[in-house]
């Protein structure tokens, strides 16, 4: 498929070498030739769900605006891209196109893992591809198993306990008010108004709710009713090798952004940012209000960003994430949730609001996370370094000629 023997010096006789001739040292880390991309993805109204899915199930699709915009940014930097479409078609897709990396935003259709489908099959083809492996998409998406995780390892979340029966005794430990979400959704899919439950009959009924309607464990956590804000992670150690924008990372390899507040005092469904409220615009009634930077002291910035590197690392995540937190009552911050594949939509995404915000622009977010995916497979050279040559397998002669 695209298995790359990278400053290969004895290729198979039953290959073809298509390879440039050693060049001298490049300060910036290029690729020997462009690369063809695959953006991944599940487009909006194009991608079957499971039968009795929930009412807001494919909440996390994207939009085909959304994909060509990762492509244009792509494109920018010289590189070709094609869009294929995460379903049942995909194997094939990927074996006739036969891509060079590919840039995944796909969420999965249906499971309890399905943030981790494509990664599993582009591991299984040995494709190279961005952001976080088949693990820490599974764990991602599972907010119960990420909150042990976390726990673990010493980092602040809110009192929790799930339930997989509605009357599953309840925590001696646990006090009201509490909020309830399904354990294994993202994009606030299940949350309202009514999540916050003040009693034990509010309770029962609000989880015997998100275990009917949506197939799955629900999650109680102690509510949390302070200030909210999300973080975006980009980066991993020595990112700084493999970056086109090297001065952006510190020296662990991480770069630190401003941070968001989610102000949810103005919203439709107020003190929760829900579903509901993550499909408003800007123009929308309701709609939260979005700062960024947060006005918030420094020294709390700079304590959410820790947070946020060490909740990504916990969990294994790669490269990109999102990570979300409110402060409790005490006005000390309780981690939420991380996203292991954030959103991209240009002026809309959190992550891309946050880059915005910084003067990052949205083609140089996209290249970001695209080089550092490549880098991990041995598809770009360090800085300084001279650019590999490529020994492409036989299957993709007739492609080579092309680029």
């Known amino acids: 498929m695209s298995d790359f023997l990278l400053n290969s010096t004895s290729p198979s006789p039953d290959d073809q070498e298509v390879t440039e001739g050693e060049k001298p040292p490049d300060p910036s880390p290029r ?235 103005r919203s439709a469904t107020p003190g929760v940012y829900g579903h509901f409220t993550k499909t408003l615009t800007n123009e929308d009634p309701g709609v939260p209000g979005f700062l960024c930077p947060a006005p918030i002291p420094a020294e709390l910035a700079s304590e959410l960003c820790e947070l946020a590197i060490r909740a990504h690392q916990a969990v294994g995540a790669l490269d990109v994430s999102r990570i979300d937190f409110r402060m409790d009552a005490a006005g000390h911050p309780r981690l939420l949730e991380i996203n292991s594949l954030p959103g991209l939509t240009p002026g809309f995404s959190d992550i891309c609001v946050i880059a915005n915000a910084e003067g990052i622009s949205y083609n140089d977010l996209i290249l970001e996370i695209l080089y550092l995916g490549a880098s991990r497979f041995g598809l770009l050279p360090a800085r300084g370094e001279p650019r590999a040559a490529v020994t492409l397998p036989i299957s993709q002669k007739q492609d080579a000629s092309k680029l």
């Open 31 to 265: 690729p020997a030739r462009p690369w063809r991309v695959a953006v991944i993805a599940n487009v909006k109204g194009e991608t079957s769900l499971p039968i009795h899915s929930p009412q807001d199930a494919g909440a996390e699709f994207d939009r085909k605006e959304t994909i060509q915009a990762i492509q244009a940014a792509i494109e920018s930097d010289g590189h070709s891209t094609i869009f294929l479409q995460a379903d049942a078609s995909l194997p094939f897709k990927l074996s006739e196109t036969c891509p060079d990396i590919c840039f995944n935003i796909a969420e999965g259709a249906g499971g309890d893992a399905r943030e981790a489908q494509v990664p599993a099959l582009l591991e299984m083809l040995h494709i190279p591809y961005t952001a976080s492996r088949v693990l820490a998409n599974a764990l991602a998406l599972d907010k119960t198993m990420t909150k042990h995780i976390w726990s673990v390892a010493g980092l602040p979340t809110a009192l929790f306990q799930e339930f997989s029966q509605a009357d599953d005794p309840l925590d001696e430990h646990m006090t009201y008010p509490m909020f309830v979400k399904p354990a294994r959704e993202g994009t606030g899919m299940g949350m309202g108004s009514e999540s916050i439950v003040y009693d034990e009959a509010q309770l029962r009924r609000r989880v015997a709710w998100v275990i009917k309607e949506y197939a799955q464990p629900a999650l109680v956590e102690e509510f949390l009713p302070g200030r909210e804000f999300t973080v975006a992670v980009l980066g991993r150690r020595q990112a700084q090798l493999y970056s086109r924008l090297p001065h952006l990372y510190a020296e662990d390899g991480f770069h630190r952004f401003p941070v968001l507040e989610i102000d949810n005092t």
